[in-house]
T-cell receptor, first 113, second 114 residues
Framework: DAKTTQPPSMDCAEGRAANLPCNHS???????VYWYRQIHSQGPQYIIH???NNETNEMASLIITEDRKSSTLILPHATLRDTAVYYC??????????????FGTGTRLTVIP | DSGVTQTPKHLITATGQRVTLRCSPR?????VYWYQQSLDQGLQFLIQ???????AKGNILERFSAQQFPDLHSELNLSSLELGDSALYFC?????????????FGQGTRLTVV
């Protein structure tokens, strides 16, 4: 699985968009980008994933650059409840023995009132 | 609520002891994964079971073992406990044998070894 690099921490004002970057310059063509978050010692929560097209769901948007070497998770209107550690993970989907997610250190997002 | 249930929520025990952590996956999920999260190590994959059989091993110590039962619940056994085993232990489940698309995590068991 490709290594990811994320800033250790970020702040965002409540109600504003939170843009969380992730670098994955060694990503392979068949590796997906996943985002999970962990709210203060709770179990990690899936947010979104994508391969090369931008993706959007009810929680967030995922923007992947054309060369796929980096991506940005966007929380359009951050709330205090979005304060959490956000993990960017790249992995091969449906690879037989790639049976788990490798979590790095993530970005600690603090939403400020 | 992810649908994954872990018990107990908190566990305090002494060094050298043995404990068992339990995980009930979401209804219909056949795969169970165990992760350890300590302050200085982040989330570390330990082991995975699929439909009762061990599927993959990560950084699991020999003092630790796990199994998945016919009703698909799983237990993680930790023995000869050391202070460094103090951590949050998470269980996750997914339908498929690979953790694709979405994995659901439980709320964890906080183990404190004193």
């Amino acid at each position: 699985d490709a290594k990811t690099t994320q800033p250790p921490s970020m702040d965002c004002a409540e109600g504003r968009a939170a843009n969380l970057p992730c670098n994955h310059s060694t990503i392979s063509g068949n590796e997906y980008v996943y985002w999970y978050r962990q709210i203060h010692s709770q179990g990690p929560q899936y947010i979104i994933h994508g391969l090369k097209n931008n993706e959007t769901n009810e929680m967030a948007s995922l923007i992947i650059t054309e060369d796929r070497k980096s991506s940005t998770l966007i929380l359009p209107h951050a709330t205090l409840r979005d304060t959490a550690v956000y993990y960017c993970i790249v992995r091969v989907e449906l690879k037989v023995r790639a049976n788990n997610l490798f979590f790095g250190t993530g970005t600690r997002l603090t939403v400020i009132p | 609520d992810s649908g994954v249930t872990q018990t107990p929520k908190h566990l305090i025990t002494a060094t050298g002891q043995r404990v068992t952590l339990r995980c009930s996956p979401r209804s219909g999920d056949l795969s169970v994964y165990w992760y350890q999260q300590s302050l200085d190590q982040g989330l570390q994959f330990l082991i995975q079971y699929y439909n009762g059989e061990e599927r993959a091993k990560g950084n699991i110590l020999e003092r630790f073992s796990a199994q998945q039962f016919p009703d698909l619940h799983s237990e993680l056994n930790l023995s000869s406990l050391e202070l460094g085993d103090s951590a949050l232990y998470f269980c996750a489940s997914s339908v498929a044998p690979v953790m694709n698309t979405e994995a659901f995590f439980g709320q964890g068991t906080r183990l404190t070894v004193v």
